[in-house]
């Protein structure tokens, strides 16, 4: 089954989409609740859209109706009212004596009646179905007659509330009572009831939006959440699960502070949600925080989701590190066990001789505290000394001190032991470079010795070999065979003597007559010698030096050698008709000399690194048998070094380059003093 591709770009997008349905839902649900708290939302009043029709036009009714009856007992307290009741009844005196109000009321008990109609004379007579006409003319109506038992009303609700409840009858009483009450229902005042109009045309429409923006920005979550399950761990064109540095974190840290962050910001959301907010402040307010908890919902979520994908769920986790940490002390528990062992004992100790010497008051467990503590010091501060000595010793063993010793025997337990194991380290290092230096000097005194005996007899085969060219022989195959054996004589030689200078290289016997050269008079002198070589090729020199004198501190003979050598390999392997560029650099402290060419062969077949070149026996292609010995670089590398040079050999597919570098003269000079 082909594994699906989550690109970056697909799981950002979900992780978008993810918050952004977040903030949706809460907006509205918080929306939801902001119109259930003022009564707005009703399911009855989904699909009501006219104000009187609605159940918060039934609500705000049974509110002013409350808040009616408690102005008419506050009223009819008169005198008697307590200094809160009076200040209840000033509030309740500007909202039904108010001029122009869209509630009317008509209210007798006992003969005595009140109204907030300013055109009512004292003294008038309570015409009861003259008053109910006039309420009914405004629109909606309620009367409340215990006289004649009568109940009638046109506003939805409110029967439930003047007969239905207890609690409610206790405030209209049910003998005696006349009570009448009219609703503009054009609102033509602009009391409460208009401004409660105001926000239900306001807010109402929102029901449907939030209701269906709650519905939709759920299951979008639900399915972008399902998403990222899927995606998390994945990368593009990589196989297994990628955790990144949140997956490292100990799980159980990890879930401590998700619920500790989440907790604080749902007590934050339920605080908001407690305070007097304007709507729009409270639906920003709970976003940002319902975003903040969305976001450190994800991190955690997606986090364990990729652990259980990878399987480190538990190796991830502080009760794991615990216990392995346990299963490591019962397997090396001599060591840990002596240390705690030694920890227990010390802690047992001084808590006794503290006791006695502070709680009892004794001199003696005083005077044993300080003994004990002193050894203790002592055994520390030995102890100290003692790792220090074992350093500086493994110190100059790492700089190549193998004759150093450590005193053993004035060491103690542990550290003596470790002490005579690098005293036997440093010992068994020191015959292993011995018997590879000897080693070293066996095999270059052996080739020296070999190349000596090659080369009397070698001489002979050469000396013969051009006696036999100085005779006038018309055999056209004797005079090839001729030709072959001059030439592999001839590479012979040059075999045995780079033979020689290698083995003399190697072993540190050439002598060296370091002088001030001046490389720019040398390079123009080793390339007059090679005109005819590159002529013969058709190569073309291109040549970057210096006007002035570049002057370096080297061996003139060496040095020569060495540019010869790189340029002899030029005329040997260079493609015919190419360019041969030569380039002297001085810098502020170094010169450097470059030699690039074209090669003949591939470079790149054999010698996957430019290095392997310099070394023993490598050519730059299999195929150069016929000349060369293999060691010329290797030579030319080792000949620059000695002079305290940098040779350095770079290969670009078939481009050859090769660069010298020395010190100049005056950097040398300032070195040396």
Known sequence: MERKSYTYSMKLTGVIFHLFFNMVFTIAVFLLAAMLGKNIFSLTDIGTDEFFSSGYYTKCMEEKCSALSDYLHLEQKGELRTAEEERKYLQYTGIFK?????????????????????????????????????????????????????????????????????????????????????????????????????????????????????????????????YLTLATGHREEEEGIHLNFLDRVKTELLFAVFVVSISELLLLLGRLNSQTWNVSGLLVASGTVSLIIDVLFLLFYLSMVRRMKAEVMWENSLACW????????????????QILLAFAIHMVV????????????????????????????????????EHDQIYRAV??????????????????????????????????????????????????????????????????????????????????RVNNYIKILDEKSQRLKQLTEDLVETSRITSGNVKLDMQQIDLVELIYQTAGEFNEKFESKELTIVTKLPKGEVMILADGRQLYRVIENLYNNVAKYALEKTRVYVDVQ????????????????????????????????????????????????????????????????????????????????????ETEE
């Open 98 to 226: 108010q001029p122009d109000s869209n509630f009317c009321f008509w209210y007798k008990q006992d003969g005595v009646w009140y109204t907030n109609q300013p055109d009512t004379v004292e003294g008038q007579e309570f015409d009861t179905q003259t008053i109910l006409m006039e309420a009914k003319t405004m629109g909606d109506f309620l009367l409340y007659d215990m006289e004649m038992k009568e109940f009638s009303t046109n506003i939805k609700g409110l029967e439930e509330y003047f007969l239905g409840g207890y609690s409610n009858q206790m405030y209209w009483p049910l003998e005696n009572v006349v009570l009448v009450l009219g609703v503009d229902v054009q609102l033509s005042a602009e009391d409460d009831l208009y401004d409660a109009k105001q926000e239900y045309e306001k807010l109402h429409p929102w029901i449907k939006v939030s209701i269906a923006g709650a519905v939709i920005s759920l299951m979008g979550w639900i399915l972008s959440l399902v």
């Open 586 to 669: 001085a810098g502020e402290e170094t010169a450097v000399f470059s030699i690039k060419n074209v090669s003949e062969k591939s470079l790149a077949l054999e010698n996957s690194n430019a290095g392997d070149l310099t070394e023993r026996f490598i050519r730059g292609d299999s195929s150069r048998t016929t000349e060369g010995s293999g060691l010329g670089l290797s030579i030319a590398k080792s000949l620059t070094q000695l002079m305290g040079g940098t040779f350095e050999i770079s290969v670009d597919g078939d481009l050859f380059k090769a660069a010298i570098t020395f010190p100049l003269w005056g950097i040398e000079e």
């Open 350 to 385: 001084c808590f006794i001789l503290a006791v006695g010497a502070f709680h009892y008051r004794s001199v003696l467990c005083l005077i044993l505290l300080l003994v004990f503590s002193a050894m203790e010091a002592y055994l520390i501060l030995r102890s100290a000394v």
């Open 322 to 337: 615990l216990l392995r940490g346990f299963e490591k002390f019962l397997r090396e528990r001599t060591v840990t066990v």
């Open 395 to 476: 110190e100059k063993i790492t700089q190549g001190q193998l004759d150093t010793k450590i005193p053993a025997e004035e060491l103690h337990g542990e550290d003596r032991k470790l002490a005579e194991a690098i005293n036997n380290i440093g010992a068994g290092l020191h015959h292993a470079v011995d018997d590879s230096t000897r080693n070293e000097r066996m095999t270059a005194d052996l080739i020296t010795t070999v190349s000596h005996d090659i080369k009397t007899p070698l001489t002979s085969i050469i000396n013969y070999v051009n006696l036999i060219k100085l005779e006038h022989i018309e055999n056209e």
